[in-house]
Structures are given as C-alpha cells and as structure tokens.
C-alpha cells in the first residue's frame, strides 16, 4: 500500500526522523510506539506533508508522495487525523464532519452524505449535537468530531495520531473496534500512534519502535506485546522518576 | 478538613445543562479525582472553580471561603492554580520562562524595582530561577529549558503545564487530564510524583480518564454524567458501583 | 416639517456613504476571513477601480464596459497583490501582514500619482444626475446605486458563506489553516480567489463614489480605514455585520455632522463606537466564535 | 545553580547597550554634517518611541495604532507649558509625561477589556479624539495654523540651542530607556507581558491580572512616547496637529514591525531603517533615472517594505536574536539525550 | 567646489511638497522650477554660471521638510532655497533658514510666514504667494460690492481654511459683512449634504466656500443639489480645470478671487503682466501637457526674484542676495502679480494682484 524509504524530516535545522524504512501493506493495522518526543508525530506530519521531507521516498501505488503538498497527498487517498484535534471551532458538528470529504464531496454528494450517516452512527454523541459549533464540545467529544472527520476521508490510509487522547475507556474500546472494522470491510490501511500500547497493539498487525527518530525494534505486533524491553520501556512496573 | 465545597452547582450553556446540581467537597492534603464520559461537565467544573465563566447557580468555598464569581486571577491568588486540557502554554517563551512565570504569586518586584534592576529584584529573580531549575529536573525536564515551550513534543508540553502549575505551592491544584499523551510508564511516574506531593500535603483534584492511574491515587473519586453526579466513593466503591460500571468504565475496567 | 426633511436627508447622506464603507468592508471582512489578514490596502482598489474607470471611459470607452474593464483589471491586481506579498508572507503575524499590506498601499498611491497625477478626477454619474425630491430631502440616483448594488453584493456574500459548501471550505481555512490542508482544501488557491474578489468589490466602490466626490489618489486611504471601522464593528467575521457597521458609521458621521459640527464628526463617531463596544466587547453583532478552555 | 545560560539574552542586550553608548559619543566626530546629526536627532527621538512600543507590542502583544497621540500629547504640553506660559521647560516634559499616563489609564481601562482588533480600533479612535482636540481647541493649541515659538530645552542653567546638544540628550534618554527596557522584560513583570502574550487564559490562571499588566505596558509606551514628544516640540520649535495623525501611528508600527518588535533592539533598529531609508531613496531614486516627483519613492520605500518582511517576518533584530538565543543550545539538547530503550 | 559659495555653479535647493495631500499644488511648483532651470541654463546661466537645482519632496510631511531643508543647507551647501509648499512645512523650516542665514522664499500662504504675531525675526524669509491678509480683503469687498451682507462661511477643516476663516473673522465687520453661518468640512467629505441642510436653514444671501479643489468642488455640488440658488464664492483654492471639471454644471456661475495666470488671455494689452503670464502658459502646456497653476505661478515669481537678485548682487553672497532680494525689487512683475518688496513687507502683494473671476461655460472669465 505505501512504503517509506530512508525518509528523513528535520524541524529547521534539527534531523528529527532519520532515514526510516517501513511499509504498511493493504488492510493492515500498523502501530508505532515511542516515547514523548520520539518523533512520531513528526513521522505521520512527514508522510502527510505538512512538513516537508528532507531526504527519502514515500511511494504509493507507484506514485511519489515525498515531494507533494498536503493537499495532493489527500487526494492520493492518505488521511491524517492529527495530534491536538485541530477542529474547526467556528464551524457547527455537521460542517466539519463534512468538510472532511471536501476533496471528493463535489464528485460523490450522495455517498458523502450515506458516509456522514455512518460516522452519526458510529458516535450517536455527535449525532445529537450535529449543529453545535465545534470549539465548544468537550476534549473528548472533540476528539470524536476530529476521528470521524478523518473517516469521511474514506482514505486508503488512515493515520491516527493518539485517537485515544481524552476519550473515555468505554470510547476507546468503541474506536478499536472502528479501526478493525473499517479494516475488515473497506480494506483501509491503518497506522496507528498511540500512548495506550496495549490497546494499540492488540489491534495491529505489526508495529515498531521509534526512538531519537529511528527505527530500534520491530515485528509482529503480539510479539511486541511480548517482547521484554517494550515491557520495562512502556509497559512494565514503573521506575520511580528520580531513576 | 475541608479545603473546597461545592455546592449544587450548575452551568447552563444556552440551552445546555452541562452541569446540573453537583455537590461534594474536597479534604485537604488528598487526591481527589473528578471522572466520567465524554462530555459529562467535568472541565467545566474546572472552569467554574478556577473562575474562567460563573456558575448559572450554586457556590464554590474554599477554606470556607465563597471564590465564586471572583476573577480568575484572583481565584489564583486564593491558592488554586490548573491545568488545561488542551494546552495553553507561553509557546513562545523558553521552558524555563513558562515556570519562572508560574511562581507569579510569589513574587512581588514591580516595574520601577524591574525596571532599575535593584537588588531585591535581582536577589527574587535568582531565587525563582534556582526554584524553577529544581523543579525542570524534577520532571526530567532540564534538557529543554532553554528550548521554546512551543517546540517541545506534546507529552512533555504537558508536564511544562503541570509544573508550571505546581511550582507555587497552592492550597490546590486541579489537573485536566494529566496523562492524556503520556505512555504507560511516563503516566507512572507523574503517579509517583503526585503521590510524593501528596506525602508533602499538597492536594490535587484531577480529571482523568486512565482508570489505573486514577485508581492508584485517588483517595476519592466523584463520578459525573450527563452534568450530574451519580456516584461518589473511594476507588473501591466506585469500581463497583453498577451505575458507574454501565455509564463509564465498562465492564472491563482496564484494557 | 423642516426638521423632518432634515432629518431624512441625514438619513440618505449616511445611506449612501454608508453603502461605499460597506463594499469595502464586505472586501475587508472577505479577506480577513480567508487570509487571516487586515487588509489596509483594500481601500485602494476602490482608488484603482475609480481611476481606471474615468480613464478608461475619458478614452471613449462606453461606461458600462469601463466599469466592467476596471473591475476585471483590479481583480488581476488583487490576484497579483496576494500572490507577490500575502502568500509569501501567509506564517507572519498579524502585525507583520498588517505593514505588508500597508507597504502595498503605498506601492499603489505611488503608482497612482505616476499614473493619474495628484489631481482629483471626476465621473459621470451612471443615471443622470436629477435629485429626486421625498419631503424637501433629496435623493440623488447615484445614491440608488450605491445602496441597491452594496445590498446586492450582501446578498451575494451572505449566500455564498452560509449556504454553499465551497464557502464554508473558505471559511475553514481562517479557522485552522493546518487543518483546512489535511482536508484537501487548498488555503493558496482561496485566497488567491478571495482576495480577487474583495478586490473586485473595492473597486466597485470605487467606480461608485467617483461621480459623487471625484476620484484621487489618495481617496484610498479614509475609505480604507473606515471600511476597516466597519468591519470591526460587525466583529470582522461576518459580512452582514460588517454591513450593519458599515451603514451604522455612515449615518452616525452623517447626524453628527447634520447637528454637532464636522470637525468634530469623526471625534464624535468614535466616541459613540468606542461606548457602544465597551457595552458589547465582541462588536455589535458579534457571532459565537467558538473558543473554549 | 548555573544561570549562564539564562542571564545570557540579557547579558547580550547589556554589551549592546554599553556599544551603543559608546557609538553615541563618537559619532558627532565621525560624520561629514551637521545634518546627519539632526537625522539621528529624529532617530533617537522615533527610536525612544518605539522602545516603548515594543513592550507593548512585542511583549504584551496589543497592537496600537494610536501611540502619535501620546507623541503629541508630550509636544504640546512642552510647547504650551514652556511657549504659552514661560514656565520651565521641564515642567512641560513631567507634564507631558503625567497627561500621557491619565489618559492612557482612561483609554486602557475601557480598551482592555476588548479583544484583538478592537484595541486597534479603539486607539485608533483614540488617536482621532486626541487629534480632534488639537485641532479644535484652539485657543490653547492654536489649532491647525500651529503652535510656533516654542522656547527650546533648558535645565539646570543650560540652555540647548545647538543639534550637538539635542542629539546628546535624545540618546541619552534612549540609551537609558533600552537599559530599563533591558531590566524589566528580564524579570518578574516582563514574563508576566510575555505570557499575556502567549495565553490569557493561562496567564490568569497563574494569577496574573490581565488588566494591570496590560495596563502597566501602555502606560510605559505612553511615557516612553510623551517624553520623545516633548523634545521633538523644543527641537523643532514649530509643531501643529497633522503631525500627530493617525498616519504618523502608523509608522511607528512600521518602524517597530521591521525592526522587530520582539527583540530589545526592534524599535531603535526600525527608526534607523526607516528614516534612512527615506533619506537615502531621496538620492538614489533620482539616480536610477525617475526624477518626476516623489512618487517613486513612494514605490520603491513600499515595495522594499513589502520585500524586507516577506524575507524577515520577524524584523531584522526578531530573527537575529532568535539565531543567537535558540538554534545553538538546541543542538545540545539534541546530542545529549539519554535513550529510553 | 561651491563650498566656498563662490564656485561657478549656482546652488538653489527647493523642497516641494510633490506628493502627499499637498501634492496638487506641490507638483506643479517643483515642475515649475526645474522647466526654468533648465531654460535658464540652456541660455547660459547668469552671468556664465550655471543654476544647480536640488529638490525634495516633502510628502506634504513637516519632519522630511525639516530634514531636507538641513541636508540643502548643511550637505549640499546652497546659496538659497525656494519652497514650503504648505504652510506648516514652511514654519517648520523658517528656523532654520534664519539661523543658517540662507535666503528662505516660502510659495505657501500664510501670514505667520513673513509676518508672525510673536514677532519673530523673519529676516531671510520671503514669499511669494497672496496670503490671506491679501485674498480675504479682496473677496470682502466683493461682496460688499454686490450688497451681499449676510452671509455663510464654509471652511476646510485644515491650515488653508483655518487661517482664511481667522482672517475673515478679522476683517469682516470693517467691510460691515455678517456670516449667519459658520462651518467647516473635512478635505475627505464626501456628502455634505446633512451639513448644508442647516446652512440652508440661516437664509444667507450667499455662501463662501473656503477650501481647494477636490473637496470645495463636492460642498459646491451638494449646495445646489439641496435646492439653494444664492450665489457661492470659492476660495482661490479651486482654481484649476479640475473643479470645473468635478464640479460640472453646478460649477456655473462660481465666483472667486485669483491671480490673473487663469484669464490671461483675457487681459487687456496694456497689462503688465499679460506677456510673462502668456509666456509661462506657453512654454509650461510645451513641456508638461497641461496648464499651469497659479500654484506653479508662485515658484514662478520666486525663482525669477532670486535670479534678478543674484544678478544684482553680482553673486551668491547669501547677505547680498538677501539684500537685494529686500531692496531692489520695486515693481518686479511675476505671474502672481506685481512685487513691491521691502524691509517692512516681505510679500509685496497688494489685493490689486486678483480678480474676481467666474466660471462660465466650463471657463474663466473676468468678473469685474
Ligand atoms: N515545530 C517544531 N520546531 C522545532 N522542534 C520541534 C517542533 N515540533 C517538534 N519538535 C521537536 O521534534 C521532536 C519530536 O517531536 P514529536 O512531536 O514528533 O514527538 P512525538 O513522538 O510525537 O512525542 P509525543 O508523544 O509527546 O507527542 C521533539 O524533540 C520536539 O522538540
Ligand atoms: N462554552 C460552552 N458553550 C457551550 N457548550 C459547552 C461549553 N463548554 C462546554 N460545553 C458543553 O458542555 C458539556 C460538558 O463539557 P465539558 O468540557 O465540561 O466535558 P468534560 O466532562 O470535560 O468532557 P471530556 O472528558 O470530553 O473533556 C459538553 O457537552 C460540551 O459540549
Ligand atoms: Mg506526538
Ligand atoms: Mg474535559
């Protein structure tokens, strides 16, 4: 579905992600996991061009994104839902989630409108504020508007920056479900960022670890949830923050 | 004793009741922990205590104080300082800065003492300083204390507004969502920290939605949904509590 | 009797001036909205649109088709001003855009003396010049014009910003620039057009007050700044706003003028601003900006 | 506790200013002219303006397009204290200096409690107002026709009839104004304007009044302005109303956006550009060929504009500091931090 | 070279105000005198030398004429300077002239230039436009003439309609004239209708409308739009095809008071300044396609003032100059009117300098 190679994205002067390689194939769920400031967010920001890569390639069904505006690059059929929400505060429930099929809404009105059903019907909260101005909905609930805002993308790839922020544990485990089922039906490729790495994990296929902006582990994703050192680094017992 | 009571407050935002008649108070030297869905008018029980909007109805004491309706600066002044959920940094201004700036209420140089650098303004400006340096490497922060708070990743964003926070030593303090963006063994360690601080009897009134952490340090918990309060208790209490399990927690309590 | 045609001629003076704050406002608040930008050279496109127009109708052209020219000349010019100094200055702040589009200004009443000289110019009026008479007051057409077509550019933009979608992608991009691109909208290409567009309706104001106080190179300026009063008035984000404020200033400059004395007018249309929004922080007609901590 | 690395922005702006103070007292015998000293009279006087300014603006982050009614507000009390009634010339500067701090206490505390754009306009109004009153009042001001005759500077015996000695004193009170400027935005009340700045909300969450400190920052540019406006009035001796237009607030900002309003620097660096800029396009446009008027340096000084800001958004001295404070220490951090895994 | 002030090179500074509001007075003035720069060069100067011409413009801005008026006198070292277009650049730069003692020749009109109340010195300042201690008399007696005593008085609300307004205040009672109304009005008005609607209620006999071109041209258009017929005087503002022009229709019948560069070739031929004024008309529409302005009329006069006077003075000794510039001028005939300068009146213009010329058939014709 996409592969990434050897890319690297800096902020100003600083290399941020150091020529990572990876793939995400059709209909697979892909996590990565990685302490504060590993550069995870920096990586989905690169592949969605929001920053512009410094070196490497981002192939997509024989096409290269590396160099492309954001705008092309969701054209392509790549999503992000990013970190922090970025809602349209302004604009009502039912505005922003249809904004969210702005590059296809002109073309297929009527499928839009099925998909706006959709998302209502994944989260029944949004249904019953539809025409309530974005800003001022709960962090959570926002967090909803901006998931399903990204799912009215109807993207081939759909990248999740901490969807989990803010959410109640019942929502989370209502997204994970989303995530495979639009996985299982519409064959969406996903890459996942999360800070619940359990969750994450027990969804994904595969997943690997950022740190300092490479890649130091990766593999299956119940290997990971497995592996001693995911264990002690993000799961296990804590260490006391004196060290 | 008593630190914070509140009593039969509502907000009404044009039409929605976001919060609806909740009462409880908060014990001094405790962790208390405020939970419920999405939506469920926890922040804005933040908002009404920190003073950003007024209640429509109800009263909020401290120390057997009324604070409601004072501004939010002097809310602060009374001694209770927050967090926000979505972060409201001095994104420009160093890591340092943003903390030096937090022990405000500490200090008390004006322009003039400024402005001609007499020696008490430069003995109070180390004074902060060295506090704020202690406390950056407290949190494991001291790395980017020079680095513009609006670079930093958004996990450690958080704990810059934690610190920023803390550092003035409030009667209490309230934290939307501490852990939201930290991985399970940061969340750990900002646990660890907020018991220790706890030890040294500060008090805390948090909004979370990680149930482990939230279970391991809360001394009691309120549960609000829909703006109303329908349970309150201790960890154990609530864990059980049916009504809580079917609106909140789901029958699996962690995932 | 008297007073009441006093009083109705006071209300048509205001009317009418009010009607040409507002087309650049509706620009003014237009931009703003799509941009991000304060833009204090929006009053010299009505400048652009005047002086084109007189020249080009002096040289034999028919009025309707100078207008028409002018128009479609200062919306390329307003193109060309987006992309040579907004959209490579589109991350500055608002202080920093607020000087570009101030250098522009001077950019543009530089090149007006070049072109038009300092002298004022004048224009026919599009319907002949008869005052209508209502009550001693008088109505001039050219005041028909100015309110009927301000009210219909209104019309226009009310509908484009509230009830199509394309407006509302507009209208995003102001909102949350980073966001409105990871939806597909391209901020670059609606604000090229909106720009453009404000333009275009500068200008029209322009062509519009030019038979009635004549056409110079620096006529840009005041209307520029009380379009900008206007527009912050209406709380700069909605453009029927922006025309309420726009009429409101008209008429205030209008019945100071009539009862107090003009040097004291635009002192006297502060003061009332500055007291109604200390009443009302937002602007009169300000909507819910959805923002919350 | 190792405070290098945090005194260090300060530090700098101290060697700057002990530089500037040194470049001050050399320079009368460096140039040609008489009349690059009175250029530079009108520089330190525009440069103490904009000092002022860029706490305003740069730190507490509130745009005014009012600052040349405070300007006049400290000419016309020298020129009507000092010209009218032949009282000391200083009197006229306090004077000045008490006005500007009521009325910027009258304006501020109705204007605080607006958001954003509407502190622009409401000193945009406010600067008509105070126009108006000059215009009108003229029995006290003599109106547009002008005030002439204004005595010039004296205290403590010495009378200031020469450029040499306005220059001395204008730099002086500059010089001491960025060493104040220096002090207060590194301390207690300059983070306070800062984070004002980057989040109200915040700001008053840590107890911060908004309206005070808001307040303290116009007062000081108020101050800052009066004080420039007197002494620009016993200069030049002859001032009148248009002088203090809305238009002449507009450069101000100008002169304090190309400067950078974020640096110490911004507002001394703006008022060099901009009058030399004007000045020296005055001989250079005639010899790139167009001779006709004044309009092509209307052009060329609007498209430079234009262009210094595209390529410096931050000003000339915001991006240079920047370079100087961030980009090493961020190096560091970089190299330095320890692994997780 | 010419720091000496005795090279061969003739250095006149001239700060305009060629742009900004003034510029519609300014442009023609600085265009006026670079024409007869270089007209007086291409005959070979005087007396051999050549004339260097170093102008500014002001932008209409006080602090840039005080600044280029330094840089004239202080870099470039001139022997005198022409300018000031505006009254308020002039007073700023007076000090100067007078302490650096360079003859100063002001083309704005006001009365403090040559002859301030405080009595300041004014030694090295001449002028060469009719200010309103000139104008204001003339259109008194105007009216008196035609028995128009009570009348309205619209001014512009800045220096040019202040200072006619406080000079009409001064004298109207000894010409036994009456305003019923008094009003001013912004240079950016645009309507003035709601304004008029009171003057029209006072009934005067006729109105006055002191201001220049643009504005005077909208006040005189909304005067007859609200139905008043009474006959309107404007000032010698307005004096250009332009309101006529903006003006249109209403403009007819307009009366005003102006020098006589606007109905030259109306004058009889035993007028004295009929040849010079047909010959700067010629030779201005030749060089810059358009006609001149009785403001360009005024720099006019004063380039040619100074030029006899460095002939007479046999050099560009500033004291010289100034003397001769004082002394020697009885009679001078420029496009303004007829100088008779001396010690105690630095203009030299006499009312007899005007005419009362009206607007009839989109022209000028003599009204007297
Ligand atoms: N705009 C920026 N300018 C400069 N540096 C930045 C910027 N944004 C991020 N960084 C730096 O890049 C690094 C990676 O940041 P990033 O936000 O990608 O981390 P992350 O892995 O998403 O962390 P978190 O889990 O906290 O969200 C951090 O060191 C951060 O300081
Ligand atoms: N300023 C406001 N105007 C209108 N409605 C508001 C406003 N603030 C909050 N609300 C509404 O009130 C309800 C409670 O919001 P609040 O932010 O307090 O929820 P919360 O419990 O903090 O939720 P979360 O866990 O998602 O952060 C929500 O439905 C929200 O949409
Ligand atoms: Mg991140
Ligand atoms: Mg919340």
Request: hydrophobic letters at 45%.
């Amino acid at each position: 579905m996409i592969s990434v190679h050897n890319l690297s994205v800096n902020h100003g002067h600083l290399k941020i992600i150091k020529e990572i390689s990876f793939s995400v194939g059709k209909g697979e769920i892909v996590s990565i996991v990685g302490a504060n400031g590993a550069g995870k967010s920096t990586l989905l920001g690169g592949i969605a061009g929001i920053y512009s890569p410094a070196a490497g390639s981002i192939q997509m069904e024989d096409e290269e994104l590396a160099k492309k505006s954001p705008v092309d690059i969701v054209r392509k059929g790549v999503t992000l839902v990013p970190e922090r929400r970025q809602i349209f505060d302004g604009l009502t429930v039912e505005d922003n989630l249809i904004l969210g099929s702005y590059h296809r809404y002109s073309k297929e009105k009527k499928q839009c409108l099925q998909d706006l059903e959709m998302v209502y019907a994944y989260f029944p909260k949004l249904a019953a504020m539809k025409s309530r101005l974005g800003g001022l909905l709960s962090g959570g609930e926002q967090q909803m508007l901006a998931i399903g805002r990204g799912l009215m993308a109807k993207p081939k790839l759909l990248m999740l920056d901490e969807p989990s922020l803010g959410l109640a544990p019942l929502i989370v485990r209502e997204i994970m479900n989303i995530l495979v089922q639009l996985r299982n039906i519409t064959s969406t490729s996903i890459l996942l960022v999360e800070q619940n790495i359990k969750a994450a994990l027990s969804i994904s296929d595969r997943g690997f670890v950022l740190e300092r902006g490479s890649i130091v582990l990766e593999g299956e994703a119940k290997s990971l949830l497995q592996n001693q050192s995911i264990k002690d680094a993000y799961l296990g017992a804590s260490p006391s923050l004196q060290e | 004793m008593n630190l914070l009571e509140i009593k039969n407050l509502s907000k009404d935002f044009g039409g929605v009741q976001a919060v609806q008649d909740v009462t409880f108070t908060i014990q001094e030297g405790s962790i208390s922990a405020l939970i419920g869905p999405n939506g469920a008018g926890k922040t804005t029980v933040f908002n009404m205590i920190t003073g950003v909007f007024p209640p429509s109805n109800g009263t909020i004491m401290l120390h057997s104080k009324k604070i409601s309706n004072k501004k939010p600066h002097q809310i602060a002044k009374e001694g209770i300082t927050r967090t926000f959920q979505n972060l409201q940094l001095f994104a420009d201004m160093t890591v340092i800065e943003n903390i030096m700036a937090g022990m405000h209420l500490l200090t008390k140089t004006g322009v003039w003492n400024a402005g001609f650098r007499l020696p008490s303004a430069k003995r109070e400006e180390q004074y902060i300083y060295d506090k704020s340096m202690q406390w950056l490497m407290r949190l494991n922060l001291d790395q980017e204390a020079y680095l513009p708070a609006g670079t930093l990743s958004y996990g450690k964003q958080r704990l810059v507004e934690i610190a920023r926070a803390v550092i003035s030593h409030p009667k209490l303090i309230l934290l939307d969502e501490p852990m939201a963006g930290l991985n399970h063994n940061e969340s750990e360690k900002l646990a660890d920290l907020l018991l220790e601080m706890k030890k040294e009897g500060q008090t805390f009134l948090l909004v979370e939605h990680d149930m482990d952490i939230v279970m391991r340090v809360a001394d009691h918990i309120v549960v609000l949904d829909h703006g109303v309060k329908i349970a309150e208790g201790t960890p154990d209490e609530i864990q059980q509590n049916d009504t809580v399990i079917a609106a909140y927690l789901g029958s699996e309590v962690t995932i | 009797m008297e007073s009441l045609s006093q009083l109705m001629q006071l209300l048509f003076s205001g009317l009418t001036i009010g009607s040409i704050y507002a087309l650049i406002a509706i620009g003014f608040v237009i931009t703003y909205n799509i941009t991000g930008v304060l833009n204090f050279a929006q009053g010299e496109f009505a400048m652009l649109g005047a002086l084109l127009t007189i020249s080009m109708s002096s040289a034999g052209l028919p009025l309707y088709l100078a207008v028409i020219v002018a128009i479609l000349i200062v919306m390329m010019v307003g193109g060309l001003f987006e992309r040579a100094a907004i959209y490579p200055a589109r991350k500055s702040s608002v202080a920093t855009l607020i000087i570009i589009t101030i250098g522009v200004s001077f950019v543009f009443r530089g090149a007006a003396i070049f072109i038009w000289g300092t002298q004022p110019h004048s224009l026919t009026p599009f319907s002949g010049n008869t005052p209508i008479r209502i009550f001693e007051a008088v109505l001039l057409p050219q005041s028909l014009w100015a309110v009927g077509i301000s009210l219909a550019a209104l019309a226009g933009m009310y509908y484009f910003f509230n009830k199509t979608y394309t407006g509302k992608a507009v209208t995003a991009c102001v909102m949350n620039r980073f966001a409105a691109q990871l939806m597909g909208i391209k901020p670059e290409k609606m604000s090229f057009l909106s720009i453009s567009l404000s333009a275009g309706l500068g200008a029209l104001a322009g062509i519009i007050i030019a038979p009635i106080s004549g056409a110079s190179y620096q006529m840009g300026l005041m209307l520029g700044m009380k379009a900008f009063i206007a527009a912050v008035i209406g709380g700069l984000t909605n453009a029927p706003a922006a025309v309420l404020g726009a009429f409101l200033i008209g008429i205030i400059e209008a019945f100071s003028e009539g009862y107090l004395s003009s040097g004291y007018k635009d002192a006297v249309s502060f003061a009332v601003l500055l007291l109604v929004l200390f009443f009302m922080p937002n602007g009169l007609f300000s909507k819910k900006s959805g923002k919350r901590v | 506790m190792d405070t290098k690395k945090f005194t260090r922005s300060y530090k700098l702006n101290l060697y700057g200013i002990a530089l500037l103070l040194f470049a001050v007292i050399i320079f009368p015998f460096l140039v040609p002219s008489n009349y690059f000293i009175s250029m530079f009279i009108l520089i330190g006087l525009y440069g103490i303006v904009c000092t002022g300014l860029v706490v305003l603006m740069g730190h507490t982050g509130q745009i005014s397009l009012g600052h040349a009614a405070f300007y006049g507000i400290g000419a016309y009390s020298s020129a009507i204290v000092s010209g009218k009634y032949d009282l000391p010339p200083l009197m006229g500067v306090i004077t000045g200096i008490l006005i500007a701090c009521i009325v910027a206490l009258l304006i501020g505390i109705p204007s605080f409690k607006l958001k954003e754009h509407y502190l622009a306009l409401a000193t945009l109004g406010f600067g008509v107002i105070v126009f108006t009153f000059l215009k009108e009042w003229t029995s006290l001001t003599g109106g547009l026709n002008g005030f002439f005759g204004i005595p010039p500077f004296e205290v403590a015996g010495f009378t200031f009839t020469n450029d040499l000695s306005y220059y001395f004193i204008v730099w002086a009170i500059l010089v001491i104004g960025l060493w104040f400027v220096n002090n207060l935005i590194h301390s207690r009340t300059g983070r306070a304007l800062k984070s004002i700045h980057g989040s109200e909300s915040a700001a008053e969450s840590i107890g911060i009044n908004l309206m005070t400190f808001k307040l303290k920052a116009l007062i000081i540019s108020a101050v800052f302005a009066s004080v420039a406006g007197s002494f620009y009035a016993h200069y030049i001796s002859f001032i009148n109303p248009q002088l203090f237009e809305v238009m002449t607030s507009i450069v101000f900002l100008i002169m304090v956006v190309i400067g950078g309003s974020s640096s110490l620097w911004g507002g001394l660096a703006g008022a060099i550009i901009y009058v030399w800029l004007v000045e020296l396009l005055k001989d250079w446009v005639p010899l790139l060929g167009f001779s006709t008027g004044g309009e092509f340096e209307i052009v060329f000084f609007g498209v430079l504009l234009v262009v210094l800001l595209i390529f410096k958004p931050k000003g000339l001295m915001g991006s240079w500091m920047e370079k100087k404070l961030f980009l090493s220490q961020k190096k560091n951090v970089q190299n330095k931090k320890g692994a997780a895994l | 070279d010419s720091s000496s002030g005795e090279g061969d090179e003739i250095i006149i500074g001239g700060v305009f105000s060629a742009s900004g509001p003034a510029a519609p007075l300014g442009k023609g003035e600085m265009d006026t005198v670079k024409m007869l720069v270089d007209k007086v060069n291409e005959d070979g100067g005087i007396d051999g030398k050549k004339i260097k011409l170093i102008s500014y413009d002001d932008k209409s801005d006080q602090n840039e004429a005080v600044l280029s008026m330094k840089k004239l006198i202080e870099q470039e070292k001139v022997h005198a300077v022409i300018g000031g277009t505006i009254s308020g650049n002039t007073l700023a730069m007076i000090p100067l002239a007078e302490k650096s003692e360079i003859p100063f020749i002001s083309l704005a009109a006001s009365k403090q230039i040559h002859n301030p109340d405080d009595k300041s010195s004014r030694k090295w300042i001449f002028k060469t436009a009719q200010g309103d201690d000139v104008v204001i008399p003339k259109v008194l007696q105007y009216l008196k003439d035609e028995g128009l005593t009570k009348i309205a008085w619209l001014n512009v609300a800045n220096a040019y309609g202040t200072s006619g307004h406080t000079e009409f205040a001064a004298m109207a009672k000894d010409f036994g004239i009456e305003a019923v109304v008094e009003e001013e009005f912004e240079a950016t008005v645009t309507d003035a209708k709601a304004m008029l609607t009171r003057v029209k209620k006072e009934k005067p006999q006729a109105v006055v409308v002191w201001g220049t071109a643009q504005e005077s041209a909208v006040i005189t258009k909304n005067i007859r739009q609200i139905g008043m017929d009474v006959p309107i005087i404007n000032s010698h503002g307005i004096g250009t095809k332009q309101f006529i022009e903006l003006a249109g229709a209403e403009a007819e019948g307009i009366i005003f008071p102006i020098g006589r560069l606007l109905v030259a070739d109306q004058l009889g031929d035993d007028d004295k300044q009929k040849e010079k004024l047909l010959t700067y008309q010629k030779d201005y529409e030749a060089e810059f396609n358009a006609p001149p302005s009785t403001f360009g009329g005024h720099s006019w006069d004063a380039f040619y003032l100074l030029v006899e006077a460095i002939k007479k003075a046999d050099g560009t000794d500033p004291k010289k100059v100034r003397d001769a510039l004082e002394k020697d001028n009885g009679g001078f005939v420029g496009i303004s009117g007829v100088f008779n300068i001396n010690e105690k009146d630095h203009n030299g213009l006499s009312k007899d300098s005007l005419v009362m010329v009206k607007i009839k058939d989109g022209g000028w014709v003599i009204n007297e």
